[in-house]
């Protein structure tokens, strides 16, 4: 149950809706307790024949007060405990994104959306369970079995009373048993689901790829594959709940043939009274349920330990890049923009090789510079330093004199305007995927943003323009339009420093043209990085940086560099040979 402990400020912060809800059950329970009493009273007047119509008026009076105090008592401890456990399923939903939301992209790369989705529904709802109705049957169970059958021992009979539990040692042994294997076999359901929720998410964002290769045939196969999995192992996980609840049912049996069999002959005999005897099949059939709910009460709280555990090793994941320590830090920095990479050299883990080797440059403010590299050269690496998605080695990445890595992470991010090779839109309006790095924008800012990134023209095209939903990931967007919206919500952000990460390569030269020339007063007013595989793109760069498998092989002009007949002299020429083709065909 260590598990929990990572719920302890959320126990301590509710602890009087649970008291309040335990007190409120043991009431209820108390009142359960009280109704064999009564019962027996009454079946011993009618064995003794005083049992008049108003005496009979009389407990039934009682039994019908007690029935109403134990439904108000009911009421209470659902809406306390159960309420309680509800709050909890949505704090705990709350801190897991949370988390999610601080953990750096690494981790992103080694966990599937299906097992995190997984996560944060299925474990989420057992760990309610457990904490709720959990809770609720365990208080149950022990007081209801515990004082229902010391009342038999005191008010009845000792040795029938013990007679009835001979089967509870196997009880417990069962109990222990069982809940370990459920707690396993519940682990690899949990672990299942995630592949098959993987697979159903995976499958759905990539439904266009699917049809277009006709592959709808084999991914129906694959999925059929991952859900005959998830219920195998859902079955093996029923098959031992299946011999459990039984086995609770059949020695609880056992108990009910002793007593009724030994209980009717003490009872023929006149050792005890019938009252006694209604009683005492009044208190076990009472504790016969709570004992009968141990085995839920092991099946949901092993399942909940279990979901908590897997929970707690996100929760425990903690993210690569973080603050520098206090006195490190230089919260007080006000970006300039120049930026400057001093001998890095990077690789991604100690087992693989280095995809920067030996950068040494300084870009000045208000410079623009572009870079120019095939493809695996690590232009795209070089800014993810920048921006810490990765962390460089100290000393290698500074701006404005101070190592990034003493920089806040919000200051930094904050300061850098960055458009990704693969843009993300949200299924929101065309005007709130623009307007999402700023808290409030006036519509005027979000047009004036679209109209340099040359989106505006086509927005206003739209049926209810910028109110326009775009889909999920822009799914409605054409790839040129959506690289566009990106690049407003950059501008829109307003940076000291502008990173354009091969953003264009969805639109024609035409419209790359129109981006670049509207983009020229934005730049000159910050630090610019434009990464691209097209010259075309880049030649209008103040200078431009060519990388090849990781090293600076050149940086210049773009007049300079041809005349040095290099690696961006030979680019320059094939892309030509490839207009020019394009244009014959």
Request: hydrophobic share 45%; aromatic share 8%; proline share 3%.
């Amino acid at each position: 149950m260590h598990e929990f402990a990572t719920l302890k400020e959320f126990f301590l912060r509710n602890k009087w809706r649970y008291i309040g809800g335990i007190l409120a059950l043991l009431a209820v329970d108390t009142l359960q307790l009280v109704m064999p009493q009564l019962l027996k009273a009454a079946a011993n007047e009618l064995q003794r024949g005083t049992l008049t119509h108003a005496l009979l008026l009389h407990y039934v009076g009682l039994l019908v007060l007690v029935a109403i105090g134990i439904a108000a008592g009911r009421f209470g401890w659902r809406i306390l405990i159960n309420g309680a456990a509800r709050q909890l399923e949505r704090e705990l939903r709350d801190r897991f994104f949370a988390h999610l939301e601080k953990l750096s992209a690494n981790f992103f790369n080694q966990r599937t959306v299906g097992d995190l989705m997984a996560h944060a529904t299925n474990d989420i709802g057992a760990v309610r369970v457990a904490a709720g109705p959990g809770i609720v049957m365990s208080v149950d169970s022990i007081f209801l079995s515990v004082s229902g059958l010391a009342t038999m021992v005191y008010t009845i009979d000792l040795k029938l009373t013990g007679l009835a539990l001979l089967p509870m040692p196997l009880l417990v042994v069962a109990i222990v048993y069982f809940g370990r294997e459920i707690n396993r076999r519940f682990r690899r359901v949990q672990e299942s689901f995630a592949d098959l929720t993987s697979t159903a998410e995976e499958n759905l964002n990539g439904v266009r790829v699917v049809k277009a290769f006709v592959q709808e045939e084999a991914e129906m196969a694959k999925f059929s594959q991952r859900n005959q999995e998830y219920i195998a192992r859902n079955m093996y996980l029923v098959r031992i709940w299946g011999l459990f609840d039984p086995l609770m049912q059949w020695l609880s049996g056992i108990s009910l043939v002793i007593v009724i069999g030994y209980g009717g002959y003490l009872t023929l005999n006149g050792s005890i009274s019938l009252g006694d005897f209604v009683a005492f099949n009044s208190y076990l059939g009472l504790i016969t349920g709570p004992i009968m709910g141990f085995g839920w009460v092991v099946n949901n709280v092993q399942r909940g330990v279990a979901s908590m555990a897997r929970i707690n090793a996100i929760l425990r994941e903690v993210p690569e890049i973080q603050d520098a320590p206090a006195g490190e830090l230089r919260p007080d920095v006000k970006l300039q923009g120049a930026i400057e990479f001093r001998h890095l050299t990077f690789r991604y883990r100690p087992d693989l090789p280095d995809v920067l080797k030996d950068i040494d440059l300084r870009i000045e403010p208000g410079e623009t510079v572009g870079i120019l590299g095939r493809t695996g050269s690590g232009k795209s690496t070089l800014v993810n330093l920048l921006l810490r998605v990765y962390d460089p080695p100290a000393g290698t990445v500074w701006i404005d004199g101070v190592d990034v890595r003493h920089i806040p992470l919000a200051t930094l991010r904050e300061e850098i305007g960055y458009v990704p090779q693969e843009n993300f839109l949200f299924s929101a309006t065309v005007a709130e995927n623009i307007a999402f790095a700023k808290d409030e924008v006036h519509q005027e800012e979000v047009e004036q943003a679209a109209q340099v990134a040359a989106i505006a023209e086509d927005v206003e095209e739209f049926p209810a323009g910028y109110q326009t939903m775009v889909g999920e990931r822009g799914i409605t967007l054409s790839g040129g339009q959506k690289q566009r919206v990106a690049i407003a919500r950059a501008i829109l952000k307003n940076p000291r420093i502008l990173v354009l990460d091969d953003c264009l390569s969805a639109v024609d030269t035409r419209t790359e043209e129109q981006i670049l020339g509207r983009l020229v007063e934005v730049m000159h007013q910050r630090t610019s990085i434009l990464i691209s595989h097209r010259i075309s793109t880049l030649r209008r760069a103040d200078r431009i940086v060519v990388l090849d498998q990781g090293r600076l092989v050149e940086c210049g002009t773009h007049a300079q560099l041809l005349q040095r007949h290099g690696l961006y002299w030979e680019t320059y020429q094939r892309q030509l040979l490839e207009e020019k083709l394009a244009e014959e065909a």
